[in-house]
């Protein structure tokens, strides 16, 4: 029975390496690549991989005798895998700097956010205002267009008229949900268009009650340990900023 529990926890040891070494270098993972971090030989990380393969947690591209995450991948690393980062000092101090400038107006603080976001994260920082059906702040397109996933033309251009189309990205941003972070992955958007990204969301609000949405977009392939509690940190910050207002 100790050998069942201790070999689960090797597989799933092996699963966060292999999500964690594709999140930073984008190319398939092979056996060899995290064999030596676990002091197993590559056959035996192979036949973890096949496993692993088999519960629909990767997938091995036929260009590549490496595995990379599926969908379902993600969302288990995600649910159970992650661990959170602190956000550094540096960090949160840049982030209540920006938020220090001179700012009267909704607007602006929104404005504000989504140009944060996209600096903290590196990826496309979004906010909406509940009751506004046609209109969101964004800022970072470009990052999402830098990760080699979106190198071709094709996938650039259906997420530029995603972005440009509004209304369908915002029913998604503005889906209800009850954690303090949402995060959905590729075919969970429901929109083909997206099917390569995530998107994490949370909320903002004024006197206790919601008032929109801040999202970080970008590949699926995103560092999540860090984007989750960065997003909840902004929107704790952004929170009492508009208290002030």
């Known amino acids: 029975m100790v050998r069942n529990v201790d070999y689960e926890t090797r597989r799933r040891a092996v699963l966060a390496a292999t999500i964690n070494k594709y999140i930073h270098e984008a190319e398939p993972v092979a056996s060899e690549d995290i064999s030596r971090d676990f002091e197993l030989s590559s056959a035996t990380i192979r036949n973890i ?117 509004k209304q369908n990205l915002l029913d998604i941003i503005n889906r209800d949900f009850k954690e303090k972070v949402k995060v959905y992955i590729g075919r969970e958007l429901g929109c083909p268009e997206m099917e390569s990204c995530s998107l994490v969301v949370s909320s903002y609000r004024l006197k206790d009650k919601p008032l929109g949405r801040l999202a970080v977009l970008g590949p699926a392939r995103m560092e999540y340990k860090h984007i989750i509690p960065a997003l909840e940190y902004i929107s704790g910050v952004l929170t009492e900023v508009l208290g002030t207002l």
């Open 49 to 165: 991989f096949v496993e692993l393969e088999d519960a629909g947690l990767l997938m091995h591209p036929y260009t590549s005798g490496g595995r990379i995450p599926t969908d379902r991948g993600y969302r288990y690393y995600v649910d159970f895998l992650v661990l959170e980062v602190q956000l550094l000092d540096e960090e949160k101090k840049s982030i209540l700097k920006e938020y220090k400038k001179e700012i009267k107006r909704l607007e602006d603080a929104l404005e504000e956010t989504s140009q944060i976001i996209s600096t903290i994260t590196h990826y496309a920082g979004i906010v909406s205002l509940l009751g506004w059906q046609d209109k969101f702040f964004y800022k970072g397109i470009s990052h999402i267009f830098e990760q080699p996933e979106f190198q071709y033309f094709e996938k650039m251009r259906l997420l530029i008229e995603m972005i440009e189309d």
